[in-house]
């Protein structure tokens, strides 16, 4: 049975950083390629991050250059650094196995799905 757990969400204001993981089991890792989606409050769900199980990253445009997924194959983990943090990035944000990851993001192409981390940025 595939689980994906994300942690490391929370309040925090305008600026400030926040770091997600995603432990996840039932699978190989490895050779998985993971991402990240958010949802915000009468959004839909968006991409936001991947990464493929040899290291490819891709990400969305509104979080280039502020945002960093990694993984740690070895303790079957991936995180999304998140820093420069502004009011819009306030959304549930998940953690994703998609083997269609980087080139297909859309949400239905995902294989299984955390059950999200809610990140609340305030002004």
């Known amino acids: 049975q595939v689980q994906l757990v994300e942690s490391g969400g929370g309040l925090v204001q305008a600026g400030g950083s926040l770091r997600l993981s995603c432990a996840a089991s039932g699978r190989p890792f490895s050779s998985d390629n993971m991402g990240w989606f958010r949802q915000a409050p009468g959004k839909e769900r968006e991409f936001v991050a991947g990464i493929t199980w040899s290291g490819r990253t891709a990400y969305a445009n509104s979080v280039k250059d502020r945002f960093t997924i990694s993984r740690d194959n070895a303790k079957k983990t991936v995180f999304l650094q998140m820093n420069s943090l502004k009011p819009e990035d306030t959304a549930v944000y998940y953690c994703?196995?998609?083997?269609?990851?980087?080139?297909?993001?859309?949400?239905?192409?995902?294989?299984?799905w955390g059950e999200g981390t809610l990140v609340t940025v305030s002004s």
């Open positions: 994703v196995v998609g083997r269609a990851l980087v080139l297909d993001t859309t949400p239905s192409a995902m294989d299984y």
